[in-house]
């Protein structure tokens, strides 16, 4: 149903942007949990892992190079994830989402840094993680 919604804009009576409301209410539920990769509602089902994702331009168009629907459209939001690919312009994108600065030229520090500290961990960082990287390069 929400297939025809969205590409042939027939309203079904299906309130899109609640999915991820709705997906978390019935894992609660029924004390099943909801994977963070489930497709469209999941955390990281609108997040770019690969540094070429964030070379493209920050525009309506770049938007539609990597993803075919917009998280709004389910009521998620995107995110940046690190790995073991990530360089300069994921690092930056990450800094840039959690509303801090990475001092010029200190991106291949703080590169060094996340690898670092994912190989050692064998996980994605969080936020606090990645901040504490930032900050020990400032």
């Avoid at 459209?73 to 940046?80: K, L």
């Amino acid at each position: 149903a929400s297939v025809i919604q969205i590409y042939y804009g027939i309203d079904c009576g299906i309130q899109l942007d609640k999915m991820v409301e709705l997906s978390r209410l019935v894992s609660d539920i029924t004390k099943w949990p909801m994977t963070d990769t489930m497709p469209f509602v999941g955390k990281t089902s609108f997040s770019h892992l690969v540094e070429v994702h964030y070379t493209v331009p920050d525009t309506e168009e770049g938007f539609w190079a990597y993803l075919c629907m917009k998280p709004e459209t389910f009521g998620n939001t995107s995110h940046n994830l690190l790995g073991h690919y990530s360089g300069p312009w994921a690092v930056r994108a990450k800094a840039r989402e959690l509303g801090i600065t990475i001092p010029e030229g200190k991106e291949p520090e703080v590169v060094a840094g996340v690898r670092s500290q994912i190989r050692w961990r064998k996980r994605q960082l969080s936020n606090e993680e990645f901040q504490k990287i930032v900050e020990g390069v400032s």
